[in-house]
């Protein structure tokens, strides 16, 4: 049986493990970089979301992984059949993305000049922004 998680508190100890492993129908648990005790390349940070509908899906991805970041997104044709994705990879982010510590606050921001990305969240609302100039040349 998992474990529901019900209570506010932190995601990991002063040891760097989690508190409590389990899962939530909301975000519960603040996250705190400073917790971590992994070296700084080891330490894994990402946004994701995935819009679905009927006929198209789209995925946003900024992953700070230390060593390599990633942000991507993916548009689906489901009628179709068919995706593009467009993908920017930097090497060692090592936390530079600033992510924000938990997902009910705070914003992501992406600047590449082949890729803006900005994930912004405000009181009872969350805002995905991504522009891609040429995302897929040659189509109409």
């Not at 519960?28 to 970089?33: E, K, S, T």
Request: glycine share 8%; net charge positive; charged share 20%.
């Amino acid at each position: 049986m998992q474990h529901r998680i019900t209570t506010p508190g932190n995601l990991l100890n002063n040891q760097g493990h989690l508190r409590e492993p389990g899962w939530a129908t909301q975000p519960m648990l603040h996250y705190n970089r400073a917790y971590i005790t992994a070296a700084r390349w080891r330490i894994k940070e990402w946004d994701y979301y995935a819009v679905i509908s009927r006929h198209f899906g789209l995925a946003c991805t900024v992953s700070d992984n230390g060593y390599l970041g990633l942000v991507s997104v993916t548009l689906f044709d489901f009628d179709k059949k068919t995706e593009h994705t467009k993908t920017i990879l930097t090497p060692l982010p090592l936390g530079s993305y600033n992510l924000p510590a938990t997902t009910s606050e705070g914003t992501v921001c992406f600047k590449h000049k082949q890729m803006e990305m900005e994930f912004k969240t405000t009181p009872g609302q969350r805002t995905l922004h991504c522009s891609v100039p040429d995302f897929c040349p040659g189509s109409t």
